[in-house]
């Protein structure tokens, strides 16, 4: 079957850098997107990796390495706002998230 | 402005009477898909559909309903509601590489 796996939270401190992972089982894999969700709200698109390596929107990184079946999300000079959930996703036919990580942000 | 638009976005209802969660685009997206969420399970697909008259189930399809009749509506119909499918609910499109979400319904069933 198809699964992505990532931690459930991460805690980081404010102003730092903090690492979201996520590994993945996925048939007819295209390329990992990732998604940010404030409580309450919906989830909203950050980025897309189709092929490997670093794809860097701002304050927010991602990489893919579909030999490791693994990418992750990078998140510098944390600001308290980041405060939220994020969701790894397959873009495949099923569009298949992961369960998300909730980033907790220490001041 | 691209928008998804879903109603109601609250709704309490009595098991068993049925009822419709609209969702709506305005991207010309050929897929639309349903997801629930619960605390600790993340996203869930319930259906989905790659286009006009085509769908499918997704992992927790169970006492769901849908169809898409047009490319712009794909409503999500619970024939009898039952307290487990208490739950947010979100309607979602996707394009080349990004998918986009509705506000959100929080459906409670007692």
């Known amino acids: 079957g198809q699964s992505l796996e990532q931690p459930s939270e991460v805690t980081a401190v404010e102003g730092a850098i903090v690492q979201i992972n996520c590994t993945y089982q996925t048939s007819g894999f295209y390329g990992l997107s990732w998604y940010q969700q404030h409580d309450g709200g919906a989830p909203t698109f950050l980025s897309y990796?189709?092929?490997?390596g670093l794809e860097e929107t701002g304050r927010f990184s991602s990489f893919l390495s579909r030999s490791d079946s693994y990418g992750y999300l990078l998140l510098q000079e944390l600001q308290m706002k980041d405060s939220a959930s994020y969701f790894c996703?397959?873009?495949?036919?099923?569009?298949?998230f992961g369960k998300g990580t909730r980033l907790h942000i220490l001041p | 402005e691209a928008q998804v638009t879903q109603n109601p976005r609250y709704l309490i209802t009595v098991t068993g009477k049925k009822l419709t969660v609209t969702c709506s685009q305005n991207m010309n997206h050929e897929y639309m898909s349903w997801y629930r969420q619960d605390p600790g399970l993340g996203l869930r697909q319930i259906y989905y559909s790659m286009n006009v008259e085509v769908t499918d189930k997704g992992d927790v399809p169970e006492g769901y309903k849908v169809s898409r009749k047009e490319k712009r509506n794909f409503p999500l119909i619970l024939e009898s509601p039952s307290p487990n499918q208490t739950s947010l609910y979100f309607c979602?499109?996707?394009?080349?590489?990004?998918?986009?979400f509705g506000q959100g319904t929080r459906l409670t069933v007692v």
């Open positions: 996703a397959d873009r495949d036919d099923k569009i298949i």
């Open positions: 979602a499109t996707r394009g080349a590489t990004e998918a986009f």
């Open positions: 990796n189709g092929l490997d």
